[in-house]
């Protein structure tokens, strides 16, 4: 078998990450893998409180750098407390969203500098990054379309209006083309089973295994 993994979801809102991260996990634990799955901002105790934080509340109610500083806080807590001792323990880790998000989010999305995320994220995750991230990608008014359907009451960076949310889905597509080997676009637009298909394949296919 091979080695344990860190594989990461990307993408706006509504993209299905949270559906294709089940499917995907319970594929792999087929396969005979012990699977974590988690997500971010959350993902443990300290960082579900941050996420509250962050995802809750009127769209203005932090300015950009204090959400990436909020963002990085809770994915510093992420790791210590779940990633990493996962994957020490040979586990796989499959997680909803991770730091490309806040290059998306606030570094296009808010505008904060990239020189800044890059301290942030050398700070508080060091030279660690996924093996794989898979890139959901689908038309904004979609997406929020079924984004809007969950009702879930977390839709803070939902209501930041769809200029905001094209500009993501550019900047992750912008994000996969700068790091082929990472990276890889997966259209979200096809039925569930359909994306599904295509993340297996993907997944086989990039780390080098077979089962697909």
């Known amino acids: 078998m091979p080695k344990a993994r860190f594989i990461t979801l990307e993408g706006g809102e509504g993209t299905g990450k949270s559906t294709q991260i089940k499917l ?5 634990n087929a396969l005979g893998h012990t699977v974590v799955t988690t997500r971010e901002p959350g993902g443990s105790p300290g960082a579900e409180q941050i996420r509250k934080l962050l995802v809750e509340g009127d769209t203005a109610r932090w300015d950009g750098i204090t959400e990436s500083l909020l963002h990085f806080a809770a994915r510093r807590d992420h790791l210590v407390k779940t990633v990493l001792p996962a994957l020490e323990k040979g586990h796989w880790v499959v997680c909803d969203r991770f730091a490309d998000s806040t290059y998306a989010y606030q570094g296009v999305g808010h ?16 030279t660690f990054q ?7 990608d689908l038309p904004v008014e979609e997406g929020l379309k079924r984004a809007g359907a969950r009702g879930e ?3 803070r960076y939902e209501r930041m209006g769809v200029s905001f949310h094209e ?6 597509l912008a994000i996969a083309a700068e790091n082929p080997d990472r ?23 990039r780390l080098d295994f077979k089962g697909q």
């Open 111 to 126: 505008g904060i500098d990239k020189t800044i995320l890059d301290s942030l994220y050398e700070a508080a995750v060091g």
């Open 183 to 205: 990276c890889e676009v997966v259209d979200a637009s096809g039925s569930i089973d359909e994306i599904h298909q295509a993340i297996r394949q993907t997944v086989a296919k």
């Open 167 to 172: 500009s993501l889905r550019q900047a992750f």
């Open 153 to 155: 009451g977390e839709d």
């Open 130 to 136: 996924p093996d794989l991230t898979l890139v959901l």
């Open 24 to 28: 995907l996990s319970e594929w792999l």
